[in-house]
């Protein structure tokens, strides 16, 4: 019904302007900008008396984080100074960063999550687009808010806000994004490594072909009987101990189960000699890290060795890479295919992670599968591996 004659049927303009609500915000432009928009919220936190729980989301470039060493620094330092005052953290991550711009991320935030007071997310729904968005909030305090198009952030303005009506506006609308979000990591340190072994069950149990990347053999590996004997030198109260037994048998059979189906690969720093064994070899207990530091006297090493061999030949599904050299100290990773992950540092503070977001499960798989594919073809052979096993028994008094 549009036409040149409804133009002169248009009712007079009305030039009383709507009016909104005038809140307190501050602009910060560029990467500068967000840098110092961020040391003013962490800031502001660490002043504050009352704890709360920040809660954070950014998916656009992490430039602004991982290319500053300077301003990492202070970063960090503030983020363990609100953490230190019993602030927590709850973070949505973005999982379709390129895994070079993932793992920098996960680089500078391990040493946060090691405190245990991070609940990271990320939303399996999560698709990409031109515009990218970040939302800091310290709830009831301040909040930092930028909508930016993707490639333009050295130009983007980030709101800082003390604006109590948009600070609970945009935690609201946080809160509704995390409902569409998963856990990325469940971390396990302090007091709550005891929860490990029941994870350790879990991921076990899940049939699957595995590479675990190891400081020594698993404990699995060897038999029940040693390992109640070496169970019996913890320093644990009875109870825990005929826990952590019933807890080894479940998982023991989880263990032998997969090796029936699917194959099972541990990479190990090199065998231990006569010339460096004596009480100096350390027994990998994972997942029962409460155990604490326990050493190898030299005949439970050789009957650890025993039992691997009669794995290597009972089950094909089972092998051993030995490294040349220590690849990675005092770290332990167990990946399953297309399943998840757990990893974590073995020595005091222990701290370990369990993930089932599949792409970072996929890199540490191929990671570990792609050592294993270098090894030469002679170390790789399990004959030979026997015998190299068997002629390592032979050299332990």
């Known amino acids: 019904m549009f036409g040149k004659n409804s133009i002169s049927k248009l009712p007079e303009l009305d030039t009383e302007l709507p009016t909104g609500i005038p809140q307190n915000i501050e602009a910060f432009y560029g990467i500068e900008g967000i840098q110092k928009a961020v040391l003013k919220l962490l800031t502001m936190t660490a002043m504050q008396d009352t704890p709360r729980t920040l809660l954070l989301f950014s998916d656009q470039n992490i430039n602004w984080l991982t290319k500053d060493k300077a301003f990492a620094a202070k970063w960090a330092n503030l983020m363990i100074t609100c953490l230190s005052k019993g602030n927590s953290i709850r973070i949505i991550h973005n999982p379709s960063r390129d895994l070079s711009e993932m793992f920098e991320a996960i680089e500078k935030w391990l040493p946060v999550y090691m405190t245990g007071h991070i609940e990271p997310y990320y939303c399996p729904k999560y698709h990409e687009s031109l515009f990218k968005h970040t ?4 709830p009831d305090l301040c909040a930092v808010q930028s909508h930016i198009v993707a490639g333009q952030e050295q130009k983007a303005e980030y709101l800082f806000t003390l604006d109590k009506s948009r600070i609970n506006n ?6 509704a994004y995390l409902e569409q979000c998963h856990p990325l990591l469940k971390i396990y340190t302090g007091k709550n490594i005891q929860k490990l072994p029941p994870v350790g069950l879990e991921l076990e149990e899940q049939k699957s072909n ?3 990347l190891l400081p020594s053999f698993s404990v699995f590996s060897m038999s029940e ?3 109640e004997q070496i169970l019996n030198r913890a320093d644990i109260d009875v109870s825990s ?3 952590i037994l019933k807890q080894f048998q479940k998982q023991k059979q989880a ?8 194959a099972y690969t541990e990479i190990v720093p090199p065998l231990a000699t006569e010339l460096f064994l004596y009480g100096n070899y350390r027994i990998n207990t994972y997942p029962f890290m409460n155990l604490g530091e326990l050493y190898y006297n030299n005949a439970e090493y050789k009957e650890h060795l025993k039992n ?9 599904n089972y092998s051993i890479t030995i490294l040349k050299y220590n690849a990675i100290p005092n770290i332990q990773v167990i990946a399953k295919e297309n399943i998840g992950m757990i990893f974590g540092k073995t020595n005091a503070p222990c701290s370990f992670f369990a993930v089932n977001q599949i792409n970072i499960c996929t890199s540490f798989y191929n990671y570990m599968e792609k050592i294993a594919e270098n090894m030469k073809k002679q170390e790789k052979d399990k004959k030979h591996l026997i015998e190299q096993l068997q002629s390592s028994m032979q050299h332990i008094l």
């Open 170 to 175: 945009l935690t609201q609308f946080y809160n």
């Open 241 to 243: 101990k005929n826990l």
């Open 255 to 262: 263990f032998l189960d997969n090796l029936k189906h699917y």
């Open 308 to 316: 691997i061999v009669d794995l290597l030949k009972k089950y094909r």
């Open 135 to 138: 939302v800091f909030i310290a």
């Open 210 to 212: 595995a590479f675990l």
């Open 225 to 227: 009987a040693l390992f």
